[in-house]
């Protein structure tokens, strides 16, 4: 792929590119919606991920293409206040240029192609995996050396301060920072991880619903809202500092909706404490219980499920019975979901999802039998001579 890329870049800019930055999408094992109360999640980088092949540019002009988006392009001057341009994907590059140089950074200018195979609109982190790739760019081009937490917060600040989505740092964490062949705590307080390997009988396969999502950012930015304001008359500064008896202490004090919220925050952070060493023990039944209870608090607390993705959720898990577990993954409203089994049984999740789900909701879902990918890398190339 990178050599068809580089390829490309060279019919683009008439010059070959000399680096690569890439950056893996994710998927959420368990710990959904706890990222911005500084709670616990459990994610783990794909495979699928978004390169990025530059080369500096001698001005300040910063030129980029998207093999994603042919015929489009975007280009901003470095040197000059970054403002939104036509492009929404452009808008991702033009915002990481913002919040990097609103550190007090110098960037120079570059020629840019990008190329994901993240799948766009389906809860798999395209965005953060965009934004940390470049990211890692700027910082190698100008010579940053910022590390990978802080590529990861830069990614947040872009999508919180120019794309205008209230996002945790979940996402932009595990594109930064994932692992091949393990999952990551995030402890999303303090910022620590702790890799958890995915036992080898364990087989990841996520179900893209293909419904299509609408009115995210605003319904996600609410629930932002929601938490905060059920902290606030708990007196508690996140939800992370709430327990179930300070909750139920305070029923009165919130309004249903906050209730709902909060309950949902408290008992997933619980999960996914619970979680890690089910996963890193092939415990199958208990992982089962924790996934089926998250999916049904997101479905009925948090309420960010839709029909598509609860029946798709009872469709896999009715095929898998005790031998899987299952649930939403992502910020919901559509999106994907996510199936831990044995590789033997990868069968009856795609046979179980062909027959029954587009005669449920005439929709077809995407399958992918996926394994956790490395995270943000950039390194030099060698082109081959055209
Ligand atoms: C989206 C956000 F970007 C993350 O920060 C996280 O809140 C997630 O939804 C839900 O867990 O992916």
């Known amino acids: 792929m990178v050599d068809s890329l580089s390829t490309e870049f060279e019919k683009i800019y008439q010059h070959p590119a000399t680096s ?44 980029v293409h998207s093999t994603n988006y042919p015929g489009e392009s975007d280009r901003f001057d470095i040197s000059e206040a970054i403002e939104h341009g036509n492009s929404q994907w452009g808008n991702y590059i033009r915002a990481m240029a913002f919040v990097i140089k609103r550190q007090g950074h110098s960037l120079c200018g570059v020629d840019v192609l990008i190329s994901s195979d993240v799948p766009q609109g389906s809860g798999l982190s395209s965005s953060a995996a965009l934004e940390v790739a470049i990211g890692g760019m700027f910082s190698e081009s100008a010579d940053l050396n910022l590390n990978s937490v802080t590529i990861a917060l830069l990614g947040q600040e872009a999508e919180n301060d120019f794309m205008d989505c209230q996002c945790g740092i979940m996402d932009q964490m595990i594109s930064a920072k994932g692992e091949p062949g393990s999952a990551l705590m995030i402890d999303c307080r303090d910022l620590s991880t702790q890799s ?38 708990m007196n508690v500064p996140m939800l992370r500092d709430a327990t179930l008896e300070l909750l139920a202490s305070h029923r009165t004090a919130l309004t249903a909706i906050e209730y709902k919220r909060a309950h949902h925050v408290i008992t997933e952070n619980q999960r996914v404490l619970d979680a ?25 607390d948090f309420e960010v499920t839709v029909p598509a993705t609860d029946g798709l959720v009872e469709i896999c898990q009715t095929a898998l019975g005790e031998n899987g577990a299952v649930r939403m993954t992502g910020g919901g409203f559509g999106g994907a979901i996510v199936c831990l089994c044995r590789e033997d049984d990868v069968a009856l999740v795609k046979q179980a999802v062909d027959d029954q789900y587009f005669n449920k909701y005439q929709l077809h879902a995407d399958v992918y039998v996926c394994s956790a990918g490395s995270g943000l890398k950039v390194e030099d190339i060698i082109a081959e001579p055209s």
């Open 20 to 63: 690569l930055s890439s950056a893996p999408g994710r998927v959420n094992i368990i710990g959904e919606h706890t990222d911005y109360s500084e709670g616990l999640v459990l994610p783990c980088s794909l495979e699928f991920c978004t390169k990025v092949l530059y080369r500096e540019r001698e001005d300040n002009l910063v030129v």
């Open 276 to 300: 890690m060493s089910a996963l890193a023990n092939s415990d199958m039944p208990t992982l089962k219980q924790l996934m089926s209870a998250s999916h049904a608090s997101l479905r009925d």
């Open 196 to 233: 958890i390997k995915i036992p080898d009988d364990l087989s990841l396969v996520i179900v893209n619903s293909n419904y299509p999502r609408k009115l995210v950012d605003s319904e996600y930015n609410q629930r932002r809202i929601d938490c905060e304001q059920a902290a606030k008359k």
